[in-house]
């Protein structure tokens, strides 16, 4: 009959080899033999596993052990169990114990071999995943962005609960709509077709609801990779914020427009002057690139921009001759006189420097500071052409109005010495391929220099 002891040379060797924790027991449950990796395991040594039994090494447990190795030794075969080891000063240990009961060559019972397999890390990531995503449910459930994952081609492949806040419908409504594109109304939000380069996008946007109510969006879509490339697009709805703007924006303009009111009763030939200005310079803009908030500022300014002559005596606004030099010195303070009565309003643009600036010139002869090109806003370079244009055009109390031609005349002789001459090459683009109409101009055909 072959016993432990016999073979024990090629179990050491075996054990040696093996890279998971492994021990031997004789049939007396006493354990024989221990490899490096259960010493390891259980941070102890040969010495301190060998010749002594499980209730030796963990007296709350060895119960456990002695009776599932008694049965594995009359049963015979291999058994596994869940182990959940706590060594003393140690992380506790998951895994799975492997008993396999070892026969001599006659199928006598000789011993048991155990094996463990160490699932800790296993453990703890599947824990810390659980966790984790628990954590990331709760906080998308918490806030009251609606949060919602797309595919490279825009269609939802995660909706959170909180979609029912924004766009009163539930996850299902929202997964079976497909994506954004169904949910967010307003015509050419960028979301509607994902940018290839994978860039981070804020958009703000609009959603018309089922009960027709419109809600303003601030969309903000960025690229993750969570196992396959994936949009996160949150969604605030600030509504109430942007109405709130509106309703500011709205009183601010027309606060602004009676204090023009004002100025062209005082002066009969500014009247409609600034609206047209505004026309003008809208249309400059808007060819140049300007996004519609600078546009918004251009046009407030625009109407405004002459409003500096409320300081200026009516006798002298309404003066049919030529100007004397101390009367053209006073008329010269409506740019400065204007900035001092916008500076202190909280305008979203910087409109009280665009009046400010708006008798400045490209070399730096205009007035109030004798600015040059490079400091000046690019709405005031647009405000100066547009006014100039329109001052020439119109009525004025000394002289009728001297027709677009010569409007033209003057825009090409200050081209790129007093006027920016990129601004002035779109007003004269614009006027020649009629983009522009300005009401009350004098001349009804494009001048010479337009054909050239
Ligand atoms: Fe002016
Ligand atoms: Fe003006």
Partial sequence: MQTIATTTLERRTVFDMLPMPAYIKNVDLVYTHANDALCTLL???????VGRTAADLNPTDWSWHEDTDRRLLASGGVASYELNLHPPGREPIRGELFKIRLDDADSVPVGLLGVVIDRTQQFNAEQHLVESQTLHRLVVESISDAVMLLDGAGRFTFVAPNIGAIFGI????????????????????????????????????????????????????????????????????????????????????????????????????VVGHQDRVADLALAIGRRMGLDENRLEGLRLASIVHDIGKVNVPTEIL???????????????????????????????????????????TMDGSGYPLGLTGDQLLLESRILSVADVLEAVTSHRPYRPGLGLDKGLEVLAEMRGTKLDPAVVDVCLDLIRNREVTVPGWTSAEPAELLRA
């Fill in 318 to 360: 309404n003066k049919p001759g030529r100007l004397s030099a101390p009367e053209f010195a006073i008329i010269k303070t409506h740019p400065e006189v204007g900035y001092e009565i916008l500076k202190d309003i909280d305008f979203p643009w910087p409109v009280a420097r665009m009046v400010r600036e708006h008798h400045e």
């Fill in 170 to 269: 539930g996850v299902d409504e929202a997964m079976a709509r497909g994506g954004l594109a169904e949910l967010v109304s307003c015509e050419g939000c960028p979301l509607h077709d994902l940018p290839r380069d994978r860039e981070s996008v804020n958009v703000e946007c609009f959603a018309i609801l089922a009960d027709g109510s419109r809600r303003e969006l601030l969309l903000s879509a960025k690229p993750i990779e969570i196992g396959a490339s994936r949009w996160l697009v949150t969604c605030r709805d600030v509504t109430e914020r942007v109405e709130a703007a509106n309703r500011l924006k709205s009183s601010m303009i027309k606060t602004v427009q009676a204090l023009c009111a004002t100025v062209e009763r005082r002066d009969p030939y």
């Fill in 43 to 49: 941070g102890t040594s040969v010495d301190e596993i």
